[in-house]
């Protein structure tokens, strides 16, 4: 059984920095993708990064481009999503994800394992 756990979540001002962890146990987690997706206050679940198994390909939704970085490190079973200029951002419920490299990477469908969330809330 694949279990994520996301941490670094909280109340942050708006303009400043954040990194959220999800670490994830299981000895498979170089062979899935690895994702992170958002939902705000009656929002639909959004799309914000993904990274490949060894890291060489990264996504990002064109809102969070040059913003976001998503980092993993394989032996330690965890992945990472720096904010940065968090003036733009609205609060959101963010979630981790794994899934194959086979499905299309910014699909929530794509991924079959999800972490329970942490709360990001940014003030003014």
């Known amino acids: 059984q694949v279990q994520l756990v996301e941490s670094g979540g909280g109340l942050v001002q708006a303009g400043g920095s954040l990194r959220l962890s999800c670490a994830v146990s299981g000895r498979t987690f170089s062979r899935y993708r690895m994702a992170w997706f958002r939902q705000a206050p009656g929002k639909e679940l959004e799309f914000v990064a993904a990274?490949?198994?060894?890291?060489?390909?990264?996504y990002y939704a064109n809102s969070v481009k040059g913003r976001f970085a998503i980092s993993r490190d394989n032996a330690k079973n965890t992945v990472y999503l720096q904010r940065n200029s968090l003036k733009l951002e609205v609060t959101a419920v963010y979630y981790c994800?794994?899934?194959?490299?086979?499905?299309?990477?910014?699909?929530?469908?794509?991924?079959?394992?999800w972490g329970r969330g942490t709360q990001v809330t940014v003030s003014s």
């Open positions: 990274i490949s198994c060894r890291s060489d390909s990264t």
């Open positions: 994800a794994a899934g194959y490299s086979s499905g299309t990477y910014f699909l929530s469908k794509s991924y079959y394992y």
